[in-house]
């Protein structure tokens, strides 16, 4: 008997759990879909043009008083010569130069101070201005080499090939800033 029992209870719970589910929905009519209204983006906005009157060009007895530019006319035997120089070997930058923002290139971490040495010696020879920083880590002190500063970028990174070739070492632009 107890589950005939168990077994009605349980029917008129599920009945009327529906009930409350579905009976609202049903005896409400349509359901209500909230709809944002947009503005409508004018395609171009409406400007006043105003006309400007042109500027009269001056006269030429306005620059009567300067005087007249000289011309001189050099032909092929008069010409001065031009002298081909070799780039002269960059010196080290100076504190003034490592203290303006900019990129630098850096060309690698060593833990030999003697090989970096060796290596900025051969880039200032070829007319690079290289230096290096002694940087402490966890492993110890690390010199790092590097080529600049630089104001533009661009020029840095056009310079990475050559250095490439030089130097066997691939190396990276970094934002510089003392």
Do not use: C
């Amino acid at each position: 008997m107890a589950s005939q029992l168990q077994n009605r209870i349980v029917g008129s719970v599920i009945l009327i759990a529906l009930a409350v589910i579905f009976l609202p929905e049903l005896l409400d009519g349509k359901p209500q879909q909230r709809q944002e209204a947009f503005d409508a983006i004018p395609l171009q906005p409406e400007l006043e043009v105003t006309e400007v009157p042109v500027t009269r060009v001056p006269d030429v007895e306005q620059f009567e008083g300067l005087a007249p530019i000289e011309t001189v006319e050099v032909d092929a035997d008069d010409a001065p010569v031009m002298r081909e120089t070799s780039p002269k070997p960059a010196a080290a930058p100076t504190g003034a130069d490592l203290k303006q923002p900019g990129w630098i290139i850096q060309l690698g971490v060593f833990r030999n101070q003697a090989s970096v040495e060796r290596l900025v010696e051969q880039l200032r020879a070829a007319g690079y201005p290289a230096f290096r920083e002694a940087v402490q880590s966890e492993q110890g002190v690390r010199h790092k080499l590097l080529v600049g500063p630089g104001l533009v970028k661009a020029e840095l990174e056009a310079d990475l090939p050559k250095l490439k070739e030089l130097t066997d070492l691939n190396g990276r632009v970094f934002r510089y800033e003392p």
